[in-house]
């Protein structure tokens, strides 16, 4: 059966039709949820709904709202009175795991940015309008436009494996398997660090060996929070005082800035064709 756009606009009015009443009351409950949320920092904190707990807050509810909804998405298909719904659908497992990536891991965060970004907005007004409380609202940077989309995407793919692959409590199970994986990551990152770095910052050039000596700090090896593929970072630290000055970076090798990029679409694909073989042995 060949890919078709017809079928997948029908697939998707099939979605909304079935699950009408449930988008409903996420459509309803979702804004309520994080004013109530939003409003807790204006009445119960010091400094009231500031930006640093604007940002955690809208990012962290957009990631755990997302992992719910992906997982009811894709649960479909390891349910079996659901499934045999499924198997009476006139559409390939193609047009499945566009549908359900579409719903589940594009659809959902856009609709939650654009009902909770106003929720917070209004929130923020009362907070500062009302309450009293001075504070900015947030302002989008390069991270929330960008570096989250972009985290968000394989982690979505990821819940929805693991979806596919669990039929009992896939989401406790997804949740922990995917820490236990950003874990084992972070270890490899650190150590290919030190592969790289020899566990030492390179040799730093005699007018910046000076500008440390003249201003007491001290230089250390490149902290967890580096990348194997980009600049490492170093904290400047006074060797004789508790103080952590501004954070310098170490340029990493040339020629290694490609493999972040390849890594990452191997990644996509592979998730995607993982989720589309689920599928296709679900439903027939």
Not at 78 to 87: F, G, M, Y
Not at 90 to 96: C, D, G, H, M, T
Not at 138 to 149: C, G, H, S, T
Request: charged share 10%; proline share 6%; glycine share 4%.
């Amino acid at each position: 059966m060949e890919f078709s756009l017809k079928r997948i606009w029908l697939l998707l009015n099939l979605q909304w039709t079935e699950n009408r009443k449930f988008y409903f009351w996420i459509m309803l409950g979702l804004p309520v949820v994080m004013a109530v949320v939003f409003s807790f920092a204006s009445f119960a904190l010091p400094d009231g709904l500031s930006p640093n707990y604007q940002t955690p807050v809208f990012v962290g509810g957009l990631i755990i709202t997302s992992w719910i909804f992906s997982t009811s998405v894709f649960s479909v298909y390891t349910s079996s009175l659901q499934n045999r719904k499924t198997l009476s659908i006139p559409a390939s497992a193609q047009e499945k795991t566009f549908l359900s990536i579409l719903f589940g891991v594009v659809l959902f965060p856009v609709f939650y940015c654009l009902v909770v970004f106003p929720t917070l907005y209004l929130t923020h007004y009362i907070d500062t309008e009302w309450i009293g409380n001075i504070n900015s609202f947030m302002e989008p940077d390069f991270n929330v436009l960008v570096v989250l989309p972009c985290v968000l995407l394989p982690l979505m793919l990821l819940n929805a494996l693991f979806t596919l692959i669990f039929k009992k409590y896939a989401f406790f199970k997804s949740v922990a398997l995917t820490v236990a994986l950003f874990v084992s990551i972070n270890y490899v990152n650190q150590r290919a660090i030190d592969l790289l770095s020899g566990k030492e910052v390179p040799q730093l050039s005699p007018a910046t060996a000076k500008m440390l000596r003249d201003h007491h700090l001290a230089y250390n090896r490149p902290g967890v929070g580096g990348s194997a593929f980009t600049n490492w970072s170093v904290n400047l630290q006074r060797p004789d005082a508790p103080y952590t000055g501004v954070s310098a970076s170490v340029v990493a090798p040339k020629g290694i800035f490609w493999i972040p990029a390849l890594l990452y679409i191997f990644c996509i694909i592979s998730l995607y064709l993982s989720i589309l073989y689920k599928i296709r042995e679900a439903t027939t």
